[in-house]
T-cell receptor, first 113, second 117 residues
Framework: GNSVTQMEGPVTLSEEAFLTINCTYT??????LFWYVQYPGEGLQLLLK?????DKGSNKGFEATYRKETTSFHLEKGSVQVSDSAVYFC????????????FGQGTTLQVKP | GAVVSQHPSRVICKSGTSVKIECRSL??????MFWYRQFPKQSLMLMAT?????????EQGVEKDKFLINHASLTLSTLTVTSAHPEDSSFYIC?????????????FGQGTRLTVV
């Protein structure tokens, strides 16, 4: 079945450091890929997405490229801020028409001033 | 962006009682709503998928008689945790999507923190 694997956290960085959170997936066909962010005590917000191979999703300085050959969708940001501290979830939506998302285990990011 | 409102945000109930959680799409029609459960420091586990006007489809291992889902309108779905026990304490999150709109994504509610004492 479909699955998503993320690097384990927590990830602790200093402000303005470079961020990479690895995400790999297993799926048949061509799933859509997503990154969601969850701030403390809140629900999930869509951060970015990519729907086909080689697409790059970007938002708020975050980027991720859909790599079919390596089945990856790593999240990157060139310079993190304290306000980026949150839990980040990689997710995929398969090619069936149910619309359901499969989530990775989440990676906690803590950015220190 | 679209708004999904989930209520209550926090609830504490006694063991053996039932709790109802509401999920409303405020500015769009949700043909499909998803209910997730999140344990501390863990990922979201899909519990069930509900389509408006029909019975919910539960994921393997989820007790449908314990977690009652109703999706009677295009803007409201409810999850009722029946005869709650401490092990049901968790963070429950709903998401809503209009599957008729192919280029839109699911939007998530704020979540409900359930504590059963």
């Amino acid at each position: 079945g479909n699955s998503v694997t993320q690097m384990e956290g927590p990830v602790t960085l200093s402000e303005e450091a470079f961020l990479t959170i690895n995400c790999t997936y297993t799926a048949t066909g061509y799933p859509s890929l997503f990154w969601y962010v969850q701030y403390p005590g809140e629900g999930l917000q869509l951060l970015l997405k990519a729907t086909k191979a080689d697409d790059k999703g970007s938002n708020k300085g975050f980027e991720a490229t859909y790599r079919k050959e390596t089945t990856s969708f790593h999240l990157e940001k060139g310079s993190v801020q304290v306000s980026d501290s949150a839990v980040y979830f990689c997710a995929l939506r398969g090619t069936s028409n149910t619309g359901k998302l499969i989530f990775g285990q989440g990676t906690t990011l803590q950015v220190k001033p | 962006g679209a708004v999904v409102s989930q209520h209550p945000s926090r609830v504490i109930c006694k063991s053996g009682t039932s709790v109802k959680i509401e999920c409303r799409s405020l500015d769009f029609q949700a043909t499909t709503m998803f209910w997730y459960r999140q344990f501390p420091k863990q990922s979201l586990m899909l519990m069930a998928t509900s389509n408006e006007g029909s019975k919910a489809t539960y994921e393997q291992g989820v007790e449908k008689d314990k977690f009652l889902i109703n999706h009677a309108s295009l803007t409201l779905s409810t999850l009722t945790v029946t005869s709650a026990h401490p092990e049901d304490s968790s963070f429950y999150i709903c998401s809503a999507r209009d599957l008729r709109q192919l280029n839109t994504e699911a939007f998530f509610g704020q979540g409900t923190r359930l504590t059963v004492v």
